[in-house]
């Protein structure tokens, strides 16, 4: 609504009524928050703050009424313009609708202030600086006279905090620790209320935790020293433009914290961070840039600062998350890429684990992604001989779980099932075995069962040979077409691997366990199974029955995991990330599952 239909639709009060207050009432408590810049347009006016921005557009008189509210809200005389202008009247109701737009974007600010730069920021500066007023932060490090300390005294005075350098041999060199604290804070509670942020820099690479308490500060530190030490330039000279940009940067994030302000990650308006996680600032001098990315690689020891995230849903939830696990800076897994290889006919996407090649393939190049994801981090986590299970998401998981573990199971009662390719019946299954059989110029045959006795759901298993050289591609399905797709879809990423990339170590094929978060709300009108979309929907339909009648084949259940006391660091620290990442890990039976090719 523009301000001229604002005051176009006022209606004036009751007679003998009395108006209700509104924001012309009220506005002797505001005034514009420092540093907003106004331009004035033909027909409006344009305000940009120092994060924030709105355009007023009405009619040729809007500029002149605006003339009149900044100097209203500069010179205090808000009482005496809400006396003269009627309640009811098309002028109130203009004022007001600027007033509030005032307020949507954040550009006025309660009066009287605190220092000239908390008006600017903060939504109630004399609260903000009251806060900062009862603080002291304490600079600890190896170095007290190190371009690190210097820098953040330095910034630490300019925002008229108190300031204790102290040195101590607790932290590496190329670190330093900032602590605030309460000064007059009660002695049973010391220690428990401090805010705190680590800053590291070596060799041309640096960054800054997220705020939390000297302890989680100190895990988030180590985590981050250890994986930017791939990132670092060894022999290069000392320079300041990095210490200046980290340590003023660690004091930004702390003093927000103290005086109750967002943190400055939250401003930088970059849709990468993922939500409800802590973001990490990392900084490189080649060339001299900051940015913020979300932190999940350490263990959480402030159980209430982060807690994980609730788990995966779809299929655009696990795509979010998998950056942060994979941050090229930050992350604790290797990015699939999909570089060079082919796409077609089925998508491939490579990364490494353990200095080994991983190759995954799917119908689509996401899905591939995220099943290198799921078995690139099972192999992290299985370094010390752990069984375990990765999904995205608890369903995910279940469903790549049970599918492994009767894969590998030959127990169960098989009954002969014939099938033969039918591009009416079931698209996708005679499209990936006319992809293999013809296209690829496989000679494969493939062998359909129907497992167990008959009771409870139904379960198919599909399993294409190469008459020379063996198996190539098997599925455990709801359906027997459904297993013929995904078996025949494994076998076509099997043969692509061979000849697109003989040397990994490691081959990921799919399952229909990623159906359930594929699954779209809705379909296009023309997608019929043909399409890859619309079969994983229906292929998600099933999956809930499918796993019911697994476990019960098996006679197991998947169940949750977690590292025990012994385990390695970095076992507990990836861990920790997927769960703060809404991944599941579950553990599974040795006996039943195999370390290696995963279905």
């Known amino acids: 609504m523009t301000v001229d239909q604002a005051a176009q639709s006022a209606t004036t009060s009751p007679e003998g009524g009395q108006a209700e207050p509104d924001a012309l009432d009220s506005l002797m408590r505001w005034t514009l928050r420092p540093g907003v810049s106004v331009t004035v347009l033909h027909n409006g006016v344009h305000l940009r703050g120092w994060i924030t921005s709105?355009?007023?557009?009405?009619?040729?008189?809007?500029?002149?009424?605006?003339?009149?509210?900044?100097?209203?809200?500069?010179?205090?005389?808000?009482?005496?313009?809400?006396?003269?202008?009627?309640?009811?009247?098309?002028?109130?109701?203009?004022?007001?609708?600027?007033?509030?737009?005032?307020h949507a974007h954040d550009l006025l600010v309660e009066r009287p202030g605190g220092e000239k730069w908390l008006d600017a920021v903060a939504d109630r500066p004399t609260v903000a600086a009251a806060a900062l007023s009862r603080s002291r932060v304490r600079v600890l490090g190896a170095r007290p006279d190190g371009p690190l300390s210097r820098a953040a005294v330095r910034a630490l005075d300019r925002a008229g905090v108190r300031t204790e350098t102290v040195e101590t041999a607790d932290l590496p060199d190329g670190q330093i620790l900032l602590v605030a604290s309460e000064v007059d804070v009660s002695p049973a509670l010391a220690g428990e209320q401090d805010s705190a942020v680590v800053v590291g820099l070596r060799s041309g690479v640096g960054f800054v935790t997220p705020v939390g308490s000297a302890l989680q500060a100190r895990a988030d530190a180590d985590g981050l020293a250890e994986r930017l030490r791939r990132r670092e330039v060894h022999g290069a000279a000392e320079h300041s433009g990095p210490a200046a940009l980290l340590a003023s940067s660690a004091v930004q994030r702390l003093v927000c914290a103290v005086a109750g302000l967002r943190d400055p990650s939250a401003e930088a308006g970059d849709a990468?961070?993922?939500?409800?996680?802590?973001?990490?600032?990392?900084?490189?001098?080649?060339?001299?840039?900051?940015?913020?990315?979300?932190?999940?690689?350490?263990?959480?020891?402030?159980?209430?600062?982060?807690?994980?995230?609730?788990a995966v849903r779809t299929l655009a939830e696990a795509l979010a998350r998998i950056p942060v696990l994979t941050?090229?800076?930050?992350?604790?897994?290797?990015?699939?890429?999909?570089?060079?290889?082919?796409?077609?006919?089925?998508?491939?996407?490579?990364?490494?684990?353990?200095?080994?090649?991983?190759?995954?393939?799917?119908?689509?190049?996401?899905?591939?992604?995220?099943?290198?994801?799921?078995?690139?981090?099972?192999?992290?986590?299985?370094?010390?001989?752990?069984?375990?299970?990765?999904?995205a998401g608890a369903d995910h998981a279940r469903g790549r779980?049970?599918?492994?573990?009767?894969?590998?199971?030959?127990?169960?009662?098989?009954?002969?099932?014939?099938?033969?390719?039918?591009?009416?019946?079931?698209?996708?299954?005679?499209?990936?075995?006319?992809?293999?059989?013809?296209?690829?110029?496989?000679?494969?045959?493939?062998?359909?069962?129907?497992?167990?006795?008959?009771?409870?759901?139904?379960?198919?298993?599909?399993?294409?040979?190469?008459?020379?050289?063996?198996?190539?591609?098997?599925?455990?399905?709801?359906?027997?077409?459904?297993?013929?797709?995904?078996?025949?879809?494994?076998?076509?990423?099997?043969?692509?691997?061979?000849?697109?990339?003989?040397?990994?170590?490691?081959?990921?094929?799919?399952?229909?366990?990623?159906?359930?978060?594929?699954?779209?709300?809705?379909?296009?009108?023309?997608?019929?199974?043909?399409?890859?979309?619309?079969?994983?929907?229906?292929?998600?339909?099933?999956?809930?029955?499918?796993?019911?009648?697994?476990?019960?084949?098996?006679?197991?259940?998947?169940?949750?995991?977690?590292?025990?006391?012994?385990?390695?660091?970095?076992?507990?620290?990836?861990?920790?990330a997927l769960r703060q990442c809404g991944f599941s890990v579950l553990s599974a039976r040795h006996e039943a599952l195999s370390a290696e090719g995963s279905p």
């Open 401 to 576: 779980a049970l599918r492994r573990a009767l894969t590998r199971q030959h127990t169960a009662t098989a009954t002969h099932v014939p099938w033969s390719p039918d591009p009416e019946h079931h698209p996708q299954a005679h499209h990936w075995w006319s992809v293999l059989v013809r296209r690829l110029g496989v000679d494969a045959e493939v062998a359909v069962s129907r497992l167990g006795t008959g009771g409870g759901g139904a379960v198919f298993r599909a399993r294409f040979r190469e008459r020379a050289s063996g198996l190539l591609g098997t599925a455990v399905e709801a359906s027997a077409d459904d297993a013929v797709a995904f078996a025949a879809l494994s076998a076509v990423v099997r043969v692509q691997s061979a000849t697109d990339a003989p040397h990994a170590r490691h081959l990921v094929t799919p399952t229909g366990a990623s159906a359930t978060l594929a699954r779209p709300e809705a379909t296009a009108p023309w997608e019929d199974t043909g399409w890859t979309t619309a079969w994983l929907a229906e292929a998600a339909g099933r999956e809930p029955e499918l796993q019911e009648a697994l476990a019960a084949l098996t006679g197991w259940t998947p169940q949750p995991w977690e590292p025990p006391a012994g385990a390695h660091a970095d076992v507990r620290v990836l861990w920790s």
């Open 272 to 310: 990468r961070l993922l939500p409800g996680l802590p973001a990490a600032l990392v900084a490189e001098r080649e060339p001299l840039r900051g940015e913020y990315r979300s932190w999940a690689g350490s263990v959480l020891v402030d159980a209430d600062r982060v807690r994980p995230r609730p």
């Open 54 to 102: 709105v355009t007023l557009e009405g009619g040729a008189g809007l500029p002149v009424l605006w003339n009149r509210l900044a100097e209203t809200l500069a010179t205090d005389g808000s009482a005496e313009l809400a006396r003269t202008v009627p309640a009811g009247s098309p002028l109130r109701a203009a004022l007001v609708t600027v007033i509030d737009q005032l």
């Open 327 to 391: 941050d090229r800076m930050a992350g604790v897994l290797d990015e699939p890429d999909p570089g060079p290889l082919p796409q077609l006919p089925a998508a491939l996407v490579r990364c490494s684990v353990a200095d080994e090649v991983l190759l995954s393939g799917a119908a689509r190049a996401d899905l591939a992604r995220l099943e290198a994801v799921c078995r690139a981090a099972e192999l992290r986590l299985g370094t010390e001989g752990w069984d375990l299970v990765v999904g």
